[in-house]
């Protein structure tokens, strides 16, 4: 029995250390674990707030970005200002006239049809024009064609064109910048003859620029106007261009009846002037016109005169 006892006395004395270790095992697991699990949580922890913090700065460049945009001005188109044309001081109507009603470009009020007027004993009678004017070709003969109640005076200018712009080189020149203009103003007429037209249509005239054919008839209505303000107050009568039977210098009949044409028709239409179809009157005339454009015998200028005469005296009301 004894023995026994100490038998069981060791016993005891082993089994408590075995307990007492795996009790700290045990601990020691819990331990580990808690470690773990706190390391995993400061892990998550970071790896959140990291993303946190990222998406914030994300969040400020974008709002930045956002803000810095909102600050630049709108672009705009840059603002591009057409070449002036050379200024013609004794014009006061400049840019007034309604746009016209060709094919190109939009419609226009018309003007009222001028109203006839009383004339003195004796009508004093402008002639302007170009090389078909200066030269005699029909102005000498208006003056037979009318009676004696009218004096015709002459004041053409060799290749003048009505548009400002032409290319003055000797030839071709706008007849605003002659002397003769500023002495048909002065001239105290009672009657204005305006034949221009036939050296506008030129090649390197009428296709050169922007839009020449809608700036001849803005030209030619300042043209026309500046003479109804003149300080006789004379009725304006526009001659369309004689017919071209060929090709001259540059000048084609194509371009006179397509453009020009319809052009001062619709000048005529805007400013009241009296139009006088002197282009009809020379369709059939063409053994009279020996270069095409210029009347070169007797009968040729009788065209054109007659057909202006017949023009200012149904108009005036006496021969």
């Known amino acids: 029995m004894q023995r026994v006892g100490c038998l069981l006395t060791v016993l005891l004395l082993l089994l408590v250390p075995l307990a007492a270790c795996k009790a700290a095992v045990s601990g020691v697991s819990s ?30 460049k974008t709002k930045r970005t956002t803000e810095e945009r ?3 001005p709108p672009l705009t188109k840059p603002v591009t200002t057409k070449r002036p044309r050379r200024p013609i001081t004794t014009r006061s109507t400049r840019g007034t006239t309604a746009p016209p009603t060709l094919p190109y470009l939009t419609s226009a009020r018309a003007a009222k049809p001028t109203e006839k007027r009383s004339f003195a004993e004796t009508v004093k009678v402008a002639c302007v024009g170009d090389s078909i004017t200066k030269n ?7 003056q037979g064609a009318l009676s004696k ?12 064109t009505a548009l400002y712009f032409g290319m003055d080189n000797g030839n071709f020149k706008a007849y605003v910048d002659q002397p003769e203009y500023r002495k048909s103003l002065s001239a105290g007429a009672d009657i204005v003859v305006i034949m221009l037209g036939t050296n506008d249509s030129k090649g390197y005239n009428w296709v050169s620029g922007m839009d020449n054919p809608r700036q001849f008839i803005i030209d030619t209505t300042d043209l026309v106007r500046s003479y109804q303000q003149a300080a006789s107050a004379p009725t304006v009568f526009l001659a369309l261009p004689p017919t071209v039977f060929k090709p001259f210098a540059g000048i084609t009949n194509e371009v006179i009846e397509g453009s020009v044409i319809p052009a001062l028709r619709q000048v005529a ?13 020379t369709k059939d005339a063409a053994e009279h016109f020996t270069d095409g454009v210029h009347p070169s ?19 005036v009301g006496k021969k």
Do not use: M, Q, R
């Not at 699990?37 to 400020?60: L, R, W």
């Not at 015998?297 to 108009?315: M, N, Q, R, S």
């Open 70 to 72: 909102t600050a630049i």
């Open 149 to 160: 109640s009218y004096v015709v005076e002459g004041f053409g200018v060799n290749g003048a």
């Open 269 to 281: 239409a805007d400013t009241g002037a009296v139009l006088i179809d002197t282009h009809a009157a």
């Open 136 to 142: 005699g070709y029909w102005e000498n003969n208006l």
């Open 31 to 60: 331990a580990v674990a808690a470690v773990t699990t706190a390391e995993t949580t400061a892990e998550s922890t970071g790896k959140t707030s990291k993303k946190t913090e990222k998406t914030t700065a994300e969040i400020e």
């Open 297 to 315: 015998d007797l009968a040729g200028k009788k065209c054109i005169a007659d057909a202006v005469a017949a023009a200012i005296t149904a108009h």
